[in-house]
């Protein structure tokens, strides 16, 4: 094999110029076309099929916030996926659910965790919880391009603040807008269904357990009558993922853990098929 008389075996000179702690920045000045937003896409003729994520939850608790989505992905009327990942890990202490169009979804979140990355790495600590929240609206922002084509991403995004000590929700619109909710919050196509289940039945002072229950219960609302959102799938041993974040960090529960819950949300709904009535007296 010949070598490459043109390699010098070291970094190119942009990997060691001082720059941004923003990866995005740094991938906007040397790379632009790898930015999603940046792509150009043809023409758009009719209606874009591809997969959609749905019904992203979230609750906080007297020590932290939860953070939960349906398993359903749809592409038209037709199920397009039924055990589709919609959370993730952000960082050790938050987490972002996705909803819209699922390909770009995941594309962005992932582009996030290694801002948030290359920001620690940089900065030598974590962006606060606000920080983070503020550079999701910048990354959704630049997608409005491909947002107007029907290929929206509107990300649910949860955590704990270091330093106010409690847990925090932020929703987004299409164009970036940030708005903080308190208590409770939903995105996607069933949030209508699942935000008037964590309303009757959301109060403070909840415990961990207590606000995974409230997350699974209003998945289950929203799939009662949102199509698109798919609720607990007990023969196919499909669950809602559900994560709780603390000041331990992020935790993801495991179907195990889900399983008695889900069973017992199931089987209130065999007595009580319009909705646990008895828990709003």
Request: aromatic share 6%.
């Amino acid at each position: 094999m010949e070598a490459n008389p043109r390699s010098t075996g070291r970094l190119p000179a942009a990997f060691l110029t001082p720059g941004s702690s923003s990866f995005v920045d740094f991938l906007g000045n040397h790379a632009p076309e790898l930015l999603p937003g940046n792509r150009q896409l043809p023409p758009v003729t009719g209606a874009v099929e591809a997969p959609h994520g749905t019904t992203i939850v979230a609750a906080t608790f007297a020590g932290g916030v939860v953070l939960a989505g349906d398993r359903r992905a749809t592409m038209g009327n037709v199920i397009a996926q039924r055990d589709i990942e919609k959370v993730f890990p952000a960082d050790e202490y938050s987490a972002v659910g996705i909803a819209g169009t699922a390909g770009l979804a995941v594309e962005m979140v992932k582009l996030f965790q290694l801002e948030l990355e290359h920001f620690e790495k940089v900065e030598g600590a974590q962006l606060s919880l606000e920080g983070k929240a503020n550079r999701l609206s910048t990354m959704i922002r630049s997608n409005l391009g491909m947002a107007m084509q029907g290929l929206a991403v509107v990300p649910l995004f949860a955590g704990w603040d270091v330093d106010r000590g409690k847990g925090r929700i932020f929703t987004y619109d299409v164009t970036g807008g940030r708005s903080e909710e308190y208590g409770y919050a939903a995105t996607g196509s069933g949030s209508l269904f699942a935000r008037g289940s964590l309303k009757k039945l959301y109060r403070d002072g909840l415990t961990a357990e207590e606000a995974t229950t409230l997350v699974v219960q209003a998945l289950y609302d929203a799939a009662d009558d949102d199509s698109a959102t798919g609720g607990p799938d007990l023969a196919r041993r499909i669950y809602p993922i559900v994560t709780v974040i603390s000041d331990e960090g992020y935790r993801r529960l495991t179907d195990a853990d889900l399983a008695e819950t889900v069973r017992e949300i199931h089987e209130r709904r065999l007595q009580e098929p319009d909705g646990p009535r008895a828990a709003l007296l």
